[in-house]
């Protein structure tokens, strides 16, 4: 029987419990330790550490304190692991908690992190999504239903002082080019609500005013957000501290490529079940800068597609040079207008790109001016038929239903 | 037996035949025409009208006049298509032509084109691809072998006036902004080289002092270079001038999402056959501004990948927002130091991630102030097993093979 | 929160469970009743209700009585449903028991119900197969691991009488043919170890004496062992009594196609997640007889197979007329004969035949006299390279580890 | 440019040319020479040599003789290959003859040939399929339209003279288990219609009368119309005589598991592009009795399958043991009876489950006394919605369309 080697309570408070973090530095001391080989599980909380209610209101989504996320489950140490060693994580399996079997997606407001379309969705939206075993469907957005692509959004190992101070360094820079914006171009380190792990007193005090923030991907992985490093894949992290410190958390049922709607894809507690080893001196032997990793062989098998391009041109028309991003929202905007014709909002078809396992593929990148990006969504998750026909489209969804909204206050 | 309505002899120079154009004009006039629900096949050169040779010197990547490119066989009018219509394309075949069972891939000067890549990679280089059936390998790339994913790079329609102006003068925009950057922002009109099919006098002459290059992809498809829509795809065209319009040239083999080596894929001369049916009024129906396509049944089945992330801090450890190219190119330089560790020199690396199937996924878009990108590099390709294990790589290639290069002059 | 209509204590007898039944008889009583629409949970036995024992001894597997099984869970009524519709069921989720993560493969003796290879294999042997999240590997058959193609060996609704009456008749007219046969061609009713549920007294023992057996697949599904009745399929039962009474157990982790070695997949205890809805009058209006069904979205992804083909010849070289079973078992026995090379035991590899998602397809039916039948083995399932190449296998497994073995007595 | 090594001339008789022959002996001299390594191009006559015409009768189809088929072309000598090796053989392409591009499938009288149900079927039919690049369909069989999964129903290298005995003696005496059986058991040398490839006077008297015939699949592979012998895929094949002598033949456009309506597939005259090379004594080496082979990365991705049981208790009730031919034909007959609610006549659908990709699976094989096997049937191979729901099935076709039929005379 697997050792389940942090638990959490969702009862409670993130903060109470001591094996979970949220913010990375190297001080932050191991919550257990393993052997290489060893498996076991990690419960985890939902990013928000709960904040985020299955409710029919936006009101959370709107109100959230964005310095508390995320809350991490770890860091596991484990022994015999040095700087320079590849740290091989399999991922065994990935669940719901059983006492929590639903999840949650959003929009910030813009005044509030906001998300990749927030100019045209700048206010707090929220959908509900269930879990009935491995499948998915929401009260909010009728009309699809499907396979959960379970992975972790947040994974890596602890970073060492000089790559921490080299993050906060040139984040700041970035920082400092605009400093008023909203949302901000990055996070600093913000002590408040830094949650430390078993760190107390001064040193907690030190450790927080300078650990990094959770919210980018970095060097050691972290918060990638990559939705293919599912259940059953296998990841190759850098270590850079003795133990490693390997920490997890930031659940997602599902996600499309981008994780675009921000907040974020179908957001859950859970637990993971995993198994450590080691590849001495990984890094030098395979040239290993940022982790890589082999997907599953289990996975929703969706294959037939409707894709759709976008350019690196906006919407008012202006011409960018080979910006992958423009090209992206592009390709998502028309997706938009396409399910828009079968009687989405524009809201739940957003929902939709940023839930279901949408692929985002950059299909050209030196045909100047013009990027060239692709939107990839599976037609086989609707409980009808969207691909276009002579007829025209019909309006199989009535607009009865909404998701719940929350002006700005 | 379906009637081949556009041959292209390749002995002989594209601007000798009238069904070839190089630019897009609505002015052109129609090379041929059919009916909808008819299925034909057109010939086409290979992009650049056979400058690169099969041989084994850089010199013609490096001295190419890129004002002459793409030669695209076309415009074909369809009987009833109108402004506002979606042109249906299904492409029912594609190959290369028998007698030319060979493609190039190269990486252009960064004085002349540039790619990617091209301060990593600053000189002319090129490699041959031979084909064997269903598969290619190059004797400048040792070690690697696999099924052509054959497309298009280039197909779309023509433009109406309205929109050829608009194309214009946003991308002139974009010029204005940094006029004398080497390479270009973009590339205006540019009358020299222009090949306008069968135009012929003042006419001819102010269509190719007006005519857009074929070099971006647009609004109406266009240069995507989109993998995927391969053989055995649909693709649904917004139809901007009676009778459609439709071209087609810049064949590929394979290519990998990106086409990050810009000269190009493994670029070829060939065939398509292809059916086009209408959906009348269908952009409006559908809310479509960008074509949308459905992938094919048969395509390459590689499932082992090892990926790669990339995130928005560039090489030299600058601070980006969200942007996605920085973030792939970090990737797409991971894998190519990966590939080194197995003996491949870094041009060879970089020419396998522009040729073999390989994907690049818009992983995370959100996540201030780093976008996550990933490479998905297919294992099967290889010769040999590149996956990391405790022993380190082993050194398959042992080097005595290079890319040929050209120094600039 | 999903209701568990039906729960097994696995350290109680199958036999003092009410809502467990091992004979099929239309008077069996509902043990729960559901609404069409409603999704539930129902936990299993093991098909031999705990017999076999996680050891490192065969004589269980020698000693079996084989009159007990399978031990079912339910039957599960469904109101409104009658006589000739279709229930729809959507294997929501299926898994092991939380507190029992291991199954069991094994061939039974010859004078015990035997097997496919029992000539071959005449002796009692087992494998016990540990699950690591979606994974499962054995400590007697090393080598290998793969992800569990999770499903029910045995799913379907009651008979009514004549149809009931009708598989004894057409079952004892075989076994009358050879009725000391040894194994036996079939099994007839059999009273004593009868478990029917919650009948009690004469009712009972007269349904006991009459209820069929549940060891072959029949018009309503039954026993199939199909391994792609998997987490995510849909069915379709034909429904025979008023409530349709669907039963459901013998569960298996992973499982090759034909369940050659009998004992079978890799049997576990564990849990169903599913939902129920009705085709009014489905089975003439799609012409059924037999259930239908659709796979899931997600099952392991192995992509490379070693396929041996097998031809209508004994292994005397006795020629049959176009009779698969002969051609599928030369064709399993030549993988076997293959897998030797590499240095597992006969009784390994024949266990990797029963337990891993290996399929077996139906080639050639009307080749007179050779049907042909292939047997596709998975190669990523071992941890080294099954591949043919020039230089010959390697003994990879080196002999030290083996089956255990009982003697008949 | 790869070398076409035998070149058919579909206008002329397939016994005017040398390089084909229709029967197997070890005395056959080979057609030509190749080295290992060397790939080359043979092309092929439909299996009846033109017998069978494009036209709407199936008057051919009954009156073929049955004697002449099949027609192969080689043998094709590999200098090097010496009795115990194995030849590998890489199909790098297949394709049809230019100058035809369709194929036939039929089923014969019962009189002649029969097939799989040709109890069901007796009468002579045939439908005709075009080929649309990578795509057919038929003026016979309407709302169908498939990808085709090319491959050569029949390739294998030359018996020795003590194989070719064996299989000759244990057929005739299976033969003489019931001489005048119709359609018979199996079929004997038959002299007056072998063709012999440049074999003349008593030499090739003498082998026509011994000559095996090629109908069925034996211990060198042979006539195994299985499907995944497709395009991409690499075959190992046993070597009997000096220089191997490779033969291919009938090949199909696309075929069912089964090929269960014997005439055939979607049969047609076409091209094989081949790669040979050898592992020495690679019998031995691997325990190889028949062939084994890899399956191509690039067959048609149908992935959403209706699957059809069925049990070996045939049509008229009676229960056979552990059968699964029966098994096999109550699957095919239950997927029939579903089609033909759709409009479809019988022979309709017969003609669907022999030429699109359906999958026949040996689903299991040990609970006695029924087999169960199953039949995928891919669901995105119709122009129609063919799955079951609560409406019950739309007749899409209308019946105005049928199958031309032949009596017996």
Same mark, same amino acid.
């Given at each position: 029987?697997?050792?389940?080697?942090? !638990?959490?309570?969702?009862?409670?408070?993130?903060? /109470?419990?001591?094996?979970?973090?949220?913010?990375? &530095?190297?001080?932050?001391?191991?919550?257990?330790?393993?052997? @290489?080989?060893?498996?076991?599980?990690?419960?985890?909380?939902?990013?928000?550490?709960?904040?985020?209610? %299955?409710?029919?209101?936006?009101?959370?989504?709107?109100?959230?304190?964005?310095?508390?996320?995320?809350?991490?489950?770890?860091?596991?140490?484990?022994?015999?692991? /040095?700087?320079?060693?590849?740290?091989?994580?399999?991922?065994? #399996?990935?669940?719901?908690?059983? #006492?929590?079997?639903?999840?949650?997606?959003?929009?910030?407001?813009?005044?509030?992190?906001?998300?990749?379309?927030? *100019?045209?969705?700048?206010?707090?939206?929220?959908?509900?999504?269930?879990?009935?075993?491995?499948?998915?469907?929401?009260?909010?957005?009728?009309?699809?239903?499907?396979?959960?692509?379970?992975?972790?959004?947040?994974?890596?190992?602890? @970073?060492?002082?000089?790559?921490?101070?080299?993050? +906060?360094?040139?984040? =700041?820079?970035?920082?400092?080019?605009?400093?008023?914006?909203?949302?901000?171009?990055?996070?600093?380190?913000?002590?408040?609500?830094?949650?430390?792990?078993?760190?107390?007193?001064?040193?907690?005090?030190?450790?927080?005013?300078?650990?990094?923030?959770?919210?980018? @991907?970095?060097?050691?992985?972290?918060?990638? #957000?990559?939705?293919?490093?599912?259940?059953?894949?296998?990841?190759?992290?850098?270590?850079?501290?003795?133990?490693?410190?390997?920490?997890?958390? *930031?659940?997602?049922?599902?996600?499309?490529?981008?994780?675009?709607?921000?907040?974020?894809?179908?957001?859950?507690?859970?637990?993971? &079940?995993?198994?450590?080893?080691?590849?001495?001196?990984?890094?030098?032997?395979?040239?290993?800068? +940022?982790?890589?990793?082999?997907?599953?062989?289990?996975?929703? %098998?969706?294959?037939?597609?409707?894709?759709?391009?976008?350019?690196?041109?906006? /919407?008012?028309?202006?011409?960018?040079?080979?910006?992958?991003?423009?090209?992206?929202?592009?390709?998502?905007?028309?997706?938009?207008?396409?399910?828009? !014709?079968?009687?989405?909002?524009?809201?739940?078809?957003?929902?939709?790109?940023?839930?279901?396992?949408?692929?985002?593929?950059?299909?050209?990148?030196? #045909?100047?001016? +013009?990027?060239?990006?692709?939107?990839?969504?599976?037609? /086989?998750?609707?409980?009808?038929?969207?691909?276009?026909?002579?007829?025209?489209?019909?309006?199989?969804?009535?607009?009865?239903? *909404?998701? @719940?909204?929350? =002006?700005?206050?």
């Amino acid at each position: 029987m697997t050792d389940t080697l942090i !638990k959490v309570d969702l009862t409670k408070s993130p903060t /109470e419990n001591e094996m979970i973090h949220n913010r990375w &530095h190297p001080d932050i001391p191991m919550a257990c330790w393993v052997n @290489p080989g060893d498996d076991f599980i990690l419960e985890t909380f939902d990013w928000t550490g709960g904040f985020i209610k %299955n409710n029919d209101s936006a009101d959370d989504v709107r109100d959230i304190d964005l310095t508390t996320v995320h809350y991490l489950s770890g860091p596991v140490g484990v022994k015999g692991a /040095e700087p320079g060693d590849l740290l091989v994580v399999d991922l065994l #399996d990935i669940g719901a908690k059983p #006492d929590s079997l639903w999840g949650f997606n959003g929009f910030f407001s813009k005044k509030n992190g906001g998300g990749f379309l927030t *100019d045209h969705f700048p206010l707090a939206q929220k959908s509900i999504w269930d879990f009935k075993g491995m499948f998915t469907s929401s009260r909010h957005v009728p009309g699809v239903n499907f396979a959960g692509l379970i992975h972790p959004g947040l994974i890596g190992c602890l @970073p060492d002082k000089p790559m921490l101070d080299m993050w +906060n360094a040139r984040e =700041q820079q970035l920082i400092d080019t605009d400093p008023t914006r909203v949302p901000g171009l990055a996070n600093p380190p913000s002590s408040g609500t830094a949650h430390m792990g078993k760190m107390t007193g001064e040193a907690r005090a030190k450790a927080a005013a300078e650990g990094a923030r959770t919210v980018p @991907p970095r060097e050691h992985g972290g918060n990638c #957000d990559i939705k293919d490093l599912s259940r059953g894949s296998k990841v190759f992290f850098p270590v850079y501290v003795d133990g490693a410190g390997l920490s997890v958390g *930031d659940l997602h049922f599902s996600q499309g490529d981008g994780e675009i709607t921000f907040c974020g894809a179908i957001e859950m507690a859970g637990w993971v &079940h995993m198994k450590v080893t080691l590849i001495k001196g990984g890094m030098a032997k395979y040239g290993i800068k +940022n982790p890589i990793f082999k997907p599953s062989v289990m996975t929703p %098998n969706y294959k037939d597609f409707l894709i759709f391009e976008g350019i690196s041109v906006d /919407e008012a028309g202006k011409q960018y040079y080979l910006d992958v991003n423009v090209a992206y929202r592009q390709a998502c905007l028309n997706a938009i207008e396409y399910l828009k !014709k079968f009687g989405y909002s524009g809201a739940q078809a957003y929902s939709i790109l940023g839930t279901a396992p949408v692929q985002g593929h950059i299909s050209g990148v030196v #045909d100047v001016p +013009n990027s060239c990006a692709t939107l990839w969504l599976p037609t /086989e998750i609707f409980d009808f038929d969207i691909n276009p026909n002579a007829a025209g489209p019909t309006k199989f969804i009535d607009g009865s239903i *909404d998701m @719940p909204l929350s =002006q700005d206050v």
